[in-house]
């Protein structure tokens, strides 16, 4: 059974930085990608921020992120991270890590979630 945990920093002012962590337990080859979607105030859907390739260290950003979030992986501890720069109040939204085998971005294809994190950017 996969298990992901996200974790970092939750609040931040306009321009400022934050850091997530997804830490995730189980077969590895069920989780060869993680991605980062987030739920602002409001939607009824969850939009892809940032997805990367475990094994190859492909990456996928948003165009709303591209040049802002960065991702990375340590693979000793099984975690991913996404560093967010230059954040903005738009950013504001629970954010939530999940995996999948193969390489996808959209919500639909990752059957793994972790419970999310909440964001706040203030202006």
């Known amino acids: 059974q996969v298990h992901l945990v996200e974790s970092g920093e939750s609040s931040v002012q306009a321009g400022g930085s934050l850091r997530l962590s997804c830490a995730a337990s189980?077969?590895?080859?069920?989780?060869?990608?993680v991605g980062w979607f987030r739920q602002a105030p409001g939607k009824k859907e969850r939009e892809g921020v940032a997805?990367?390739?475990?094994?190859?260290?492909?990456?996928w950003y948003d165009d709303s992120v591209k040049g802002r979030f960065i991702l990375s992986q340590d693979n000793a501890k099984n975690t991913v991270y996404l560093q967010m720069n230059s954040l903005k109040p738009e950013d504001t939204a629970m954010y939530y890590c999940a995996a999948v085998y193969g390489f996808y971005y959209e919500a639909k294809h990752f059957p793994y979630w972790g419970r999310g994190t909440q964001v706040t950017v203030s202006s």
């Open positions: 189980g077969p590895t080859y069920a989780m060869n990608c």
């Open positions: 997805v990367i390739y475990r094994g190859g260290d492909t990456t």
